[in-house]
């Protein structure tokens, strides 16, 4: 199972950018799927979830400027990024809560961090 990230950049403050998630291989269920987020010296914190029915969570400081989605089709989670704050600036890492097909068990599965930065 690989979970690859996709989306980060370069974007002025109040700007917008959408960060994807897609989960390949040997997948044969997936439950919750979200992006947790790391900026230099500070610890990792979730940004926001979303289950396979499609019921969300958010982190306090980016409520109602962020939605997360998802294709369960496409084994795709999305992140619309809008009104881009300084402060948003980090490392975005989604994850995805797996059945693999090989193992048949639960286990969370991390994509590569992406990059999001947000000028003043």
């Known amino acids: 199972v690989q979970l690859q990230a996709f989306g980060g950049g370069f974007v002025q403050a109040g700007g917008s950018l959408r960060l994807s998630c897609a989960a390949s291989?040997?997948?044969?269920?997936?439950?919750?799927m979200g992006w947790y987020r790391q900026a230099p010296g500070k610890q990792r914190e979730l940004v926001a979830t979303?289950?396979?029915?499609?019921?969300?969570n958010y982190a306090d400081s980016v409520k109602g400027r962020f939605t997360i989605s998802r294709d369960n089709a496409k084994n795709t989670a999305y992140l619309q990024m809008n009104s881009l704050k300084p402060e948003d600036t980090a490392a975005y890492y989604c994850?995805?809560?797996?059945?693999?097909?090989?193992?048949?068990?639960?286990?969370?599965?991390w994509g590569q961090g992406t990059q999001v930065t947000v000028s003043s």
């Open positions: 979303i289950t396979t029915g499609g019921s969300t």
């Open positions: 994850y995805g809560n797996v059945v693999s097909r090989t193992t048949l068990a639960w286990a969370t599965y």
């Open positions: 291989g040997s997948t044969f269920r997936i439950n919750s």
